[in-house]
């Protein structure tokens, strides 16, 4: 893995015509953050995602990712779409989903290799979804079919999973048991989120950006013991800041590293 | 039926058009899953009714202008070709005009060889052919072509299922993980074209329009992956053609209405049943 950031995005502006979408973003993501970016529906978070996958070209400023432009890095990210993108009446397996994420490693001619289906099938292993692999994709319930896309993000063994709304319309339970596999693969992988429940994710995630045209990253700090008390938590509880207004200016505080 | 069974004994022509109706089967069946779960029967059909076009002004060359090379056939490719390209280009250039290209292609196409279809002495009866096809006039050189189109389908299938399985899926996932999307649905039109312009020199333009939709959505809802949907639906549509044949032959009606009327009642029945299904 290289040194430096895995993903740096520097001065990024992008419009839709005349209509500015994300003005002046600049952030890093290092090697094995777990970082989750937050924003009102139409601020920019979307957006922000196509510009790393390199679906999206930048009217100024750069990304990087993984050390080049996205659209060289793509085989190193492992993106999970929002589910709803998808045709629930399409015929499709499990195991036909997940093996999806294999192409690109394999020739483009002839089927996919023995290779290809063991990735797949420990992939599922890896989210708890391998008893899963041969029903029919359409019949699962909405936290399987999460884990089953998350799977098909990892088998293509990416250095960075990028995850839109993972946990969008499901239940809280179900959540729970999301939240905690994302943290289990975060010890080997660097996961960039779409959220827009910033309550969940802040257990598990040590970053929060909040895009709203202009990016702000907020501080995720431990409450001190006391104070946790007071809200009957669990001891992992944590604080995000969420101190910036949001027309648009930075607050004077500045970035919060530690 | 045993009178269709002793007429398919003496008649070389009914044993043709079985022939015929079992392979145009297999290629409407695998390229019709792709054109349904895709969700591209309107470019089916706008292909289709291209395909009337080019055959119109090759028609019109060959007989007013004396180019004798030119057959309907080569006229019938050219369009499905040219329109194939025209919406893979358009599709390509994104935007929210693909559909009123394909509209547009489909009322062209048909106008254009209503024209010179009308122009071109002694073809003004032809055009319902070209509509509704004609299945028991097919000879042993159409079915030789069938035979080579069911080949060419299932060798780039083999080759690129798995491609066509994901860009019909997630096209935008597929594009991430390296595979180049717009390629491989242009190949997917490309495949329809040639499908349709085959199956309209047998069935006609109507008749391919309901072999690749009706029976591939009738066994879409008993189908847990695309290439059981595929076998399944071709088994369908055979069923489907040999029924229709005898159907017609017994009531002395046009062989290609009456399979199309059979297909919808069949996807009607399966819908049906799929909605009782699911209430219990």
Redesign the interface.
Known sequence: MSAGPVIRVRDLDYAYGRQPALQGVSFDVHALDFVSVIGPNGGGKSTLLKLL?G?LSPRRGTVEVCGGPPSKS??K?G?M?QRV???P?????VM??T??????LRP?????RRRDREAALAALEATDAADLRDR?FSELSGGQRQKVLIA?ALC?DPEVLLLDEPTASLDPTVQDDLYALLNRLNATRTILMVSHDVSMVSRFVNRVLCVNRTCVEHCVTEIPRELSLLFDAREDLRLVRHDHDHSGHPPAGGACRD | MIEFLEALGRHAFLRHALLAGALASVASGVVGTYVV?R?ITGIAGSLAHAVLGGMGLAIWLRTVHGWAWLTPLHGAVFAAVLGAVIIGAARARGGDREDTVISALWAVGMAVGVLFLFLTPGYKADLMTYLFGNIVMVDPETLRLLLVLDGVILLVVA?????L??V???E????????RTDAVFTLLLLLVALTIVTLIYVVGVVLVIALISLPVSAV?RF????W??MLLSAALSSVLTTAGLALAYAADLPAGAVTILLAALVYVLAGVAAALKRRA
């Open positions: 996958l679906l793509r085989l990210l993106y779409p993108e998808l045709d009446r399409f015929p499709v397996t036909d989903v093996i999806m994420g294999r192409l690109g483009t001619l002839g089927p996919y029919p098909r293509g | 779960t969700r080759l690129f299922y798995d491609p399985l994901a019909c899926y997630d935008e996932f597929a594009r991430l993980r390296g595979v879409g189908s847990r992956r695309l059981q949907m």
